[in-house]
């Protein structure tokens, strides 16, 4: 019998990919997909006859990790493999925190993928070698998460923090290259840095995280 999974991930591209990769699989079988974690939740309660979810972190409406708690609660038999490119290590304790059964990077090649999805049903932990370290470590020092911040791992370069004032006022691309003097391309650049360094997919998130953290 197939192995019966779903995907949570707010970029459909993404889905795609991960769906592309699982193709190659007889034994999987993709039986739906959510853009964020309600939508899994939602579709959950049409058909809860899953065996294991894919499951991002940063989505809007509900996170993953909000989702893991959740579905963990009212579905403790679906297996849940974390697959995001964030891997620092307060997304890592929260995780496992919430019920995750396995910690992947969406970078993972479709072989290993298989093999991670295959080892978590049949009761093991699928992780990246960098994820098994990191949670190794929190594992002997558990208090060491308290020390982490969200300031202290957001790092903005000047100029990232002058682009990321610019968009606070609303404020398009091209009037912000004006502003800083700097060429349009360049302010995209300066963006993409800014949401990868955020974790965070849109301008509206990336502004709200850093008022909340106090970069703007």
């Not at 309600?38 to 809007?60: A, F, G, T, Y």
């Not at 579905?71 to 304790?93: A, G, H």
């Not at 098994?132 to 923090?161: D, V, Y």
């Not at 091209?174 to 302010?187: R, V």
Request: proline residues 2%; hydrophobic residues 40%.
């Amino acid at each position: 019998m197939k192995t019966r999974l779903a995907i949570a991930d707010d970029n459909s591209f993404l889905i795609s990919a991960v769906k592309e990769k699982l193709s190659f699989f007889d034994d999987l079988e993709v039986r739906f997909t959510g853009l964020n974690g309600q939508e899994i939740v939602d579709k959950l309660k049409d058909n809860s006859n899953i065996d294991l979810i894919l499951m991002d972190i940063e989505m809007p409406n509900m996170n993953g990790i909000e989702a893991t708690q959740v579905i963990k609660q009212k579905y403790p038999q679906i297996k849940i493999i974390m697959l995001t490119v964030f891997d620092n290590d307060e997304n890592i304790f929260n995780a496992i925190k919430a019920g995750a059964d396995g910690y992947l990077l969406k970078e993972i090649n479709a072989g290993d993928l298989h093999s991670g999805i295959v080892e978590t049903l049949n009761g093991g932990a699928a992780m990246n070698p960098s994820i098994a370290l990191k949670t190794l470590k929190l594992l002997r020092n558990p208090s060491s998460i308290e020390n982490i911040s969200e300031q202290e791992e957001i790092k903005l370069t000047k100029r990232e923090i002058d682009v990321l004032e610019q968009l606070g006022k609303g404020l398009s691309y091209n009037k912000i290259a004006d502003n800083l003097i700097l060429s349009t391309g360049t302010i995209r650049k300066h963006i993409e840095n800014i949401y990868r360094k955020l974790q965070v997919h849109n301008k509206l998130e990336a502004v709200q995280k850093a008022r909340r953290n106090n970069l703007i």
